[in-house]
């Protein structure tokens, strides 16, 4: 159930009987000579969906733009400024908020977000402290590349070369997602480096071709079914435990 293709009238019957959405929240930057700009969003949003189907849970329009300074070296590559994407954050929070949701579970999938998603739900959290006003608003970060059953997939597949960025697992569940956007590449060296980095030229500097510690050249549509399969387990029990937080794990 998308939001985007429902009318105002049903969302105000969903709120009825239920007061969780799900807002998948991603970037739009390179993933080296193979990925797809908008894996970082594709990938959530796909999961989204997939929790949706068997949840009936209604889905927020993904937030495409993510904190991807480091990534500006590189042609297409978009950014928020930290602290507008916190801004962001707070003003969808709020809007939603405001019509009586109670769960906000953002399924994020893209590392730069995460701080500043956090600090958007502290921010929020801080404005009910300083005012005395009890919040009923239950914020969740959800990354959909953290769980146990995705792991095991990575595993079997993809021994060396998972890496942290241009990973062959968002690309080849963003391949499945897309089967029509399939690339290739000649990648060298195979694996890239993996280093710290700071701003978009130390970045380039030293990933010249925007991978990180990855094979990109591993990822299949084929292992992206099993991916998808996996990850929508590990956000489906991430989803329930925080609908149900007192059930154990
Ligand atoms: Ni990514």
Redesign the pocket.
Same mark, same amino acid.
């Given at each position: 159930m998308m939001l985007e293709l429902s009318t105002w009238c049903e969302v105000k019957e969903y709120l009825k009987t239920k007061k969780v959405i799900i807002i998948p929240v991603g970037s739009t930057e390179q $993933?080296g000579p193979m990925g797809l700009m908008g894996?970082?969003f594709i990938c959530p949003e796909f999961i989204a969906r997939g929790v949706s189907d068997q949840t009936k849970t209604l889905v927020a329009p993904t937030l495409t733009i993510g904190m991807s300074q480091h990534h500006l070296a590189f042609p297409g590559s978009i950014t928020l400024r930290p602290t507008t994407l916190i801004a962001v954050i707070k003003d969808v929070i709020h809007s939603l908020a405001g019509h009586g949701f109670t769960h906000l579970f953002f399924l994020n999938? $893209?590392g730069g977000n995460v701080d500043s998603v956090k600090t958007a739900f502290s921010e929020v959290y801080a404005e009910h402290s300083f005012s005395k006003r009890p919040s009923s608003v239950h914020l969740q970060l959800c990354n959909w590349y953290g769980g146990k059953r995705l792991k095991k997939v990575q595993t079997r597949y993809f021994k060396t070369g998972e890496g942290s960025?241009a990973t062959p697992s968002?690309i080849s569940l963003s391949f499945y997602a897309h089967p029509g956007s399939v690339k290739k590449a000649d990648l060298t060296p195979r694996v890239a480096p993996n280093h710290p980095f700071r701003d978009s030229s130390d970045f380039s500097d030293k990933f010249p071709d925007g991978r990180i510690g990855s094979d990109s050249s591993l990822a299949s549509p084929e292992i992206g079914k099993e991916i998808f399969e996996a990850a929508v387990r590990d956000v489906l029990d991430a989803y329930e435990l925080f609908l149900n937080p007192d059930i154990p794990a």
């Open positions: $993933h894996t970082d999938g $893209h960025h968002e």
